[in-house]
Every structure is written in structure tokens, then in C-alpha cells.
């Protein structure tokens, strides 16, 4: 796995992201690109310049921000959508059913 990602272009911050869950210098980098992704799955309106620009001042690339937006829209869109085709689902009997 170690190759795998040494092979990803921009991989050193995501090494060294994941070399330190519970402190260090990439501390604060972990915590303001989690507050990103959850903004951004659950109020994407909401994401200002400012949160973007200090994702760059910890860093991040262009290409790694798109990363964090891109990856976090594909994993909570069922969330979202599950709810709607429920509720637009037409009622189905149990004598429809069989």
C-alpha cells in the first residue's frame, strides 16, 4: 500500500496527514480538511473563499482540494438520494408485490 501511494502525485501531504492522527505539525491541516469535507457533504452553499485559502496556506494543492470536494460529493450523494427515490417511490401493495 505504502508504493501505492508514494505513487499518487501530491501524496506527500496525504502521507504525512495520515502519519499523524493525534498530533503534530499536520495537526491542524487533518482538522480544517475534516471540517471541509463535512461542510462540503452537508452545506456545500456554505463554503467560503476564506476555508479554501487556508486549505492552500496548510499545503493543500489545487489538485488535492478538488481531491477532498470531489470524493466527499461521490460518498454522500446516497445519502441524499436514497431519501428521494423513497419518497417519490410509488406505494407498492402486497397484492402488487406478488
Do not use: H
Not at 28 to 57: C, F, G, H, M, P
Not at 91 to 96: G, H, K, L, N, P
Amino acid at each position: 500500500m505504502a508504493t501505492r501511494i508514494a505513487r499518487i502525485k501530491g501524496s506527500a501531504s496525504i502521507r504525512a496527514t495520515a502519519a499523524s492522527p493525534g498530533g503534530g505539525p499536520t495537526s491542524e491541516l487533518a482538522a480544517v480538511s475534516r471540517r471541509y469535507a463535512w461542510q462540503t457533504a452537508n452545506a456545500a452553499y456554505s463554503v467560503t473563499d476564506e476555508q479554501i485559502n487556508k486549505l492552500a496556506a496548510l499545503g493543500l494543492s489545487d489538485e488535492e482540494r478538488l481531491d477532498i470536494a470531489l470524493i466527499t460529493s461521490i460518498f454522500s450523494a446516497p445519502s441524499i438520494i436514497e431519501p428521494l427515490s423513497i419518497a417519490v417511490a410509488p406505494a407498492v401493495s402486497a397484492r402488487e408485490a406478488c
